[in-house]
Structures are given as structure tokens and as C-alpha cells.
């Protein structure tokens, strides 16, 4: 999707679908949108989502690696992805924080 520049916007684990094949599908559509060109950064924000902690932690590390080998492949980009994912990955989990303690200050007054 990234290759054509569409932007998935809910990549969550239980939006991936895997077959006997080890094929990959994306489903719940509903939230993509279409940019003119995405760079690196919009991937990996994109990308960013994806929490492969989901439902067994341990697993974490192996699913990481794995994915992003295939997906530095079909990118055909040399980019550390893995470093780029987990950069993005605590950016996101910062601001997380960050905007729900505000709202518990908010809330708190």
C-alpha cells in the first residue's frame, strides 16, 4: 500500500490477516487515504501503529525483525526499518501519555 501511497491509518494486529501461504492481507479499509507521494517518514509514522506487543510480548522482538525484513524487501529502500519503527513506536507512546495526562489535569480542576 505504502509503494502506491496510500496511508492505512488503523494498522492494528487484528487488521493483518495471514494465510497458510504466509500471505498478507490488510483489511478494515475504511480509514485509508491516498497521498501524492510518501516519504520515509510518513511510512514509518504509518507503520508506527503496529503493535506487535499485542497479545504475547515475548514474541515482540522475532515478529519485529520479521516483518520488517519482508517489508524493507517489497520497499526495495535501504533503510533501517527496525530503528525507524521503534523511534516512531516511542514517539507516538510519548505523546500518548502526554495527552492523557492532560486530560486527567483537565478533568481533575
Known amino acids: 500500500m505504502h509503494e502506491c501511497s ?4 488503523d494498522l492494528t494486529p487484528g487488521n493483518v490477516l495471514i494465510d497458510n501461504q504466509q500471505k498478507t492481507y490488510l483489511v478494515d479499509l475504511n480509514r485509508t487515504v491516498v ?3 510518501l516519504t520515509i517518514s510518513q511510512r ?3 507503520l508506527a501503529k503496529l503493535n506487535f506487543k499485542y497479545r504475547q510480548p515475548h514474541l515482540e522482538q522475532p515478529l519485529v525483525e520479521a516483518f520488517f525484513q519482508v517489508y ?3 520497499t526495495n529502500q535501504a533503510v533501517d526499518w527496525v530503528r525507524g519503527y521503534r523511534e516512531k513506536r516511542q514517539q507516538l507512546l510519548n505523546y500518548r501519555r502526554r495527552k492523557t495526562a492532560l486530560k486527567r489535569l483537565r478533568f481533575n480542576k
Open 6 to 9: 496510500i496511508v492505512h491509518r
Open 35 to 37: 497521498r501524492s507521494k
Open 72 to 74: 524493507g524487501r517489497e
Open 44 to 46: 514509518l509514522h504509518d
